[in-house]
């Protein structure tokens, strides 16, 4: 796995917004390799999207190891590296833009983005908006300050207590269907990114972050070289809580659904999936077929 220590260097709350400073206009655009063209999905692709050649997809960058910047200050990542090779498989170049994922979904709507790539579980509310194509299932984990201070060691240790989350995801939800009984319920606090809610856990604004499980895992191994974070294993959730699939999201009614579930079959069917997936140490989250609106 080629890991960026994306998180490395946060210490401080200004380091966290130096962080998104630095991201702010971060963009990619990879061209097209003819070659891994797959007939049978290009045609599926909608008039609009192969006259301009063109997809343009929103992510909040970064949120590492789904998308993240390296070095170079260019965009990689899981959900970067699959979009290009969907991208390649259509013929279209994919172009990467960052976007707050709270305006996510509204940025789709006014036609500022064609796509969503950006680690966004797929469920009923959102499909409301959106047609998701499943690539991805994972659960959410608790990242705790190194030595976990305040003893969290399941959902229910935060009865009373203050949890963090990134805003508008679906963590906020699990945080809230918490029975606490006669304790007092768990207060949510929610921040723009991953970066400043990482940052506010190391300024003890919560006693723990619930995220995505892959994100939760890298951020627990990559920050501070691993000297800031430790991973919470709940016995009765060992794979993380409430395990769900992931989708690319388009417009609902956007055909190019279709297309995009045509090509990611293709890219499994010949091991270009699990070859990406490996690469960041991600081969437990596959999916084994590509659904579209598979959360029920």
Same mark, same amino acid.
């Given at each position: 796995?080629?890991?960026?220590?994306?998180?490395?260097?946060? +210490?401080?709350?200004? $380091?966290? %917004?130096?962080?998104?400073?630095?991201?702010? %206009?971060?963009?990619? $655009?990879?061209?097209?390799?003819?070659?891994?063209?797959?007939?049978?999905?290009?045609?599926?692709?909608? %008039?609009?999207?192969?006259?301009?050649?063109?997809?343009?997809?929103?992510?909040?960058?970064?949120?590492?190891?789904?998308?993240?910047?390296?070095?170079?200050?260019?965009?990689?990542?899981?959900?970067?590296?699959?979009?290009?090779?969907?991208?390649?498989?259509?013929?279209?170049?994919?172009?990467?833009?960052?976007?707050?994922?709270?305006?996510?979904?509204?940025?789709?709507?006014?036609?500022?983005?064609?796509? #969503?790539?950006?680690?966004?579980?797929?469920?009923?509310?959102?499909?409301?908006?959106?047609?998701?194509?499943?690539?991805?299932?994972?659960?959410?984990?608790?990242?705790?300050?190194?030595?976990?201070?305040?003893?969290?060691?399941?959902?229910?240790?935060? &009865?009373?207590?203050?949890?963090?989350?990134?805003?508008?995801?679906?963590?906020?939800?699990?945080?809230?269907?918490?029975? &606490?009984?006669?304790?007092?319920?768990?207060?949510?606090?929610?921040?723009?990114?991953?970066?400043?809610?990482?940052? +506010?856990?190391?300024?003890?604004?919560?006693?723990?972050?619930?995220?995505?499980?892959?994100?939760?895992?890298?951020?627990?191994?990559?920050?501070?070289?691993?000297?800031?974070?430790?991973? #919470?294993?709940?016995?009765?959730?060992?794979?993380?809580?409430?395990?769900?699939?992931?989708?690319?999201?388009?417009?609902?009614?956007?055909?190019?659904?279709?297309?995009?579930? +045509?090509?990611?079959?293709?890219?499994?069917?010949?091991?270009?999936?699990? $070859?990406?997936?490996?690469?960041?140490?991600? +081969?437990?989250?596959?999916? $084994?077929?590509?659904?579209?609106?598979?959360?029920?």
């Amino acid at each position: 796995m080629s890991k960026k220590t994306i998180f490395s260097a946060i +210490a401080v709350l200004a $380091t966290g %917004a130096l962080l998104l400073t630095g991201c702010a %206009a971060g963009t990619a $655009t990879n061209g097209t390799d003819n070659s891994k063209v797959d007939a049978a999905a290009a045609k599926l692709v909608p %008039a609009k999207y192969t006259d301009k050649g063109e997809i343009n997809v929103a992510s909040d960058i970064p949120y590492a190891p789904m998308e993240l910047l390296d070095d170079a200050g260019n965009v990689t990542g899981f959900d970067y590296d699959l979009f290009q090779a969907i991208g390649a498989k259509l013929g279209l170049k994919v172009t990467f833009e960052k976007q707050a994922f709270d305006t996510i979904i509204a940025s789709l709507e006014s036609g500022n983005h064609d796509a #969503v790539a950006s680690a966004m579980t797929d469920n009923v509310e959102r499909q409301a908006k959106l047609d998701f194509v499943d690539y991805f299932s994972a659960g959410s984990s608790l990242v705790v300050n190194k030595g976990n201070p305040d003893g969290i060691n399941s959902l229910a240790d935060l &009865c009373g207590k203050t949890a963090v989350i990134e805003s508008a995801t679906v963590q906020g939800d699990t945080l809230k269907a918490v029975d &606490c009984g006669s304790k007092p319920a768990i207060n949510v606090l929610s921040f723009p990114d991953e970066p400043s809610t990482l940052n +506010a856990l190391r300024a003890n604004k919560g006693s723990a972050f619930l995220i995505d499980s892959p994100i939760a895992a890298e951020a627990v191994q990559t920050a501070g070289g691993g000297k800031y974070f430790d991973l #919470v294993v709940d016995p009765a959730a060992p794979t993380g809580y409430d395990s769900g699939l992931f989708g690319f999201g388009v417009v609902k009614g956007d055909k190019l659904a279709e297309a995009i579930q +045509a090509a990611l079959n293709s890219l499994i069917a010949d091991g270009t999936y699990k $070859t990406i997936l490996e690469k960041y140490n991600l +081969a437990s989250f596959a999916v $084994t077929t590509a659904t579209i609106n598979g959360a029920k």
